[in-house]
């Protein structure tokens, strides 16, 4: 069973930029996709970018299209989120999801990934 440690969050000014880290230990990390979810204070969870196994494959919400990128390092087991021009609607937690056996696809429904990490606070302030 995979296990998930984030981190790189923390609090930046609007127009900045922050690099998240997604640590995966325990599983064979070449056989999950990844994604990013965030939760503002009040809001449901939404999707934010997912990625397929290989790394070819992405997919991105509308409001973060040209200014997030989702990536992965399968040598490292470490799946990335570099957000930049960073906006305070972008304030969240942000989680980072794997699920396995997906193929060479991207899904933006939570319910497909079956391991979670804990979360990273991702402050903006305007």
């Known amino acids: 069973q995979v296990q998930l440690v984030e981190s790189g969050g923390g609090l930046v000014q609007a127009g900045g930029s922050l690099r998240l880290s997604c640590a995966a230990s325990g599983g064979t990390f070449s056989s999950y996709a990844g994604a990013w979810f965030r939760q503002a204070p009040g809001k449901a969870r939404e999707f934010v970018a997912a990625i397929d196994w290989t790394g070819t494959i992405t997919d991105y919400t509308d409001s973060v299209k040209g200014r997030f990128t989702i990536s992965r390092d399968n040598a490292k087991n470490t799946l990335y989120l570099q957000m930049n021009s960073l906006q305070p609607d972008d304030t969240a937690m942000y989680y980072c999801?794997?699920?396995?056996?997906?193929?060479?696809?991207?899904?933006?429904?939570?319910?497909?990934?079956?391991?979670w990490g804990q979360g990273t606070r991702v402050t903006v302030s305007s």
């Open positions: 999801a794997v699920g396995y056996g997906m193929g060479p696809i991207v899904v933006r429904s939570a319910l497909q990934y079956d391991t």
